[in-house]
Every structure is written in C-alpha cells, then in structure tokens.
C-alpha cells in the first residue's frame, strides 16, 4: 500500500515570497491533517479536512495561509507572504473515518521550508 | 498550546539497557498515542492507549496511562541502535477531536 506522498521535500526561498506544497493522502483516507513542526518542538496541527470539508482551522494563520482539498483527495498548502518563523517542516498525515476516534495517523515524509 | 509535556528531552543509553520516557498532560483525554520519528522522516505511530486502559504491550514496547496523574509512560526494553529517535506522545481529549503532540523527547542509543 502506498503511503502519503508529499512534495517537494525542501524548499529555500526569501521572506515575502510564496509556496505551495502537495499532498496525496493514502487511497481511500477521508481525513486529511497538515501540521507545522518547527525545529526541536513537536508537530502542531494547521488544518484538518474531511473529505473537503474543513473540520478545524483553528490554528492556521489565515492572513498568509491557504489550504484547500477540493476533490477529496489531494490537498494543496499555500503560504504567501512567508515570513522567517514560517520556516519549518510541514507534514501532512491521513487517517480512515473508522481510525479518526481511534486516532492512528499516517504521515508523509515532510516538506522542509527555509526562509530567508 | 501543546497539550502533553514529555521528559526527559533528551535520553542517552547503551544498546541493551531500557528507555523510558513520560508524558505529562492537562485536561482528560480519550486515547493517548506515542509516535516516533527518526531524523529528517515523518512520524510513525507505534501504540495506542485508551483513557479506560492502565498498560499496554507491543512487542518491545510498554506503555502506561494513569488518568488519576493525567500521565503516560513509554518504556522499550532491550533498546538497539536503530531505536534512536524522537518520540512524541499526542493526546486526543475527545472523540473526534484533534491530535496534539508533546515536544518529544530524543533517544540516542549508542552501539
């Protein structure tokens, strides 16, 4: 079974420039998670779809963060203007309906931002 | 903010000795997972606890939950090299809510 892909794996780019990073979640995951893990610090949830519906945004940074999951399926994070503190990694994780109370998650491998 | 706090941070043994680790959290919880994540990867998910369970086993690994100290422990037995890693417990404080992670903690074992 494929697992989540994600891409690209590293990115540099200057502050106040945009990115986007991809994400295609293991075939026939209804949840969709992307969270933010700065250096030395434990991953932090941005935004969770069902399906393509978003159940909690709550810590997305809406004035420089988009995402969206329009068919379901894969999703794309857009970060414009970056800033120097958005550097980090940015993993995106899926889980079946039937695990979303059970909890167990599957990862990608992370996209690495760097701002300069 | 984080809802679990982990310790120690950092954890350094020799190949054969035991690791454990701890995971403080906040508020009542519904399950309570440890992942872990080796340098430079995304995290794995090594075991699930529920807030009705005391201990659970999975091959080397044991975990603890006391609900009364709002607390877990990770203990891998017989530790190997290929053990070295950051390991983060993550808390889900109702069904359906969301999975916050602790700050982990880095287990280096050395050969």
Redesign the interface.
């Known amino acids: 079974e494929a697992g989540?892909a994600q891409s690209p794996r590293y990115k540099i780019i200057e502050k106040r420039q945009s990115v986007a990073f991809w994400c295609n979640p293991i075939s026939g995951h209804a949840t969709l998670?992307w969270?933010q893990q700065i250096l030395?610090?434990?991953?932090?949830?941005l935004i969770?779809f069902q399906n393509n519906g978003v159940v909690?945004d709550s810590q997305l940074p809406k004035d420089r963060f988009s995402a969206e999951r329009l068919k379901g399926v894969d999703s794309t994070l857009k970060i414009q203007p970056a800033k120097l503190e958005d550097s980090a990694v940015y993993?995106c994780?899926s889980s079946t309906p039937g695990l979303?109370?059970?909890?167990?998650?599957?990862?990608?491998?992370?996209s690495r931002l760097t701002v300069l | 903010s984080?809802q679990?706090e982990e310790d120690p941070q950092a954890l350094s043994i020799q190949e054969g000795e035991n690791a454990t680790m701890n995971c403080s959290y906040k508020t009542s919880i519904?399950?309570l997972?440890w992942y872990r994540q080796n340098s430079g990867?995304?995290?794995?998910?090594l075991i699930?606890i529920r807030s009705n369970e005391r201990e659970k086993h999975s091959g080397r690994l044991r975990v603890t939950l006391d609900t009364s100290k709002k607390s877990s422990s990770l203990l891998i037995t017989a530790s190997r090299a290929a053990d070295t890693a950051s390991y983060?417990c993550?808390t889900?404080y109702n069904?359906?809510g969301?999975?916050?992670?602790?700050?982990?903690t880095e287990l280096s074992v050395k050969p």
């Open positions: 989540v998670y969270y030395g610090q434990g991953p932090k949830l969770q909690d993993l994780a979303v109370n059970t909890g167990e998650l599957f990862f990608g491998e992370g | 984080q679990g519904n399950n997972q990867r995304g995290l794995v998910h699930l983060f993550a889900r069904q359906g969301k999975l916050i992670f602790g700050q982990g």
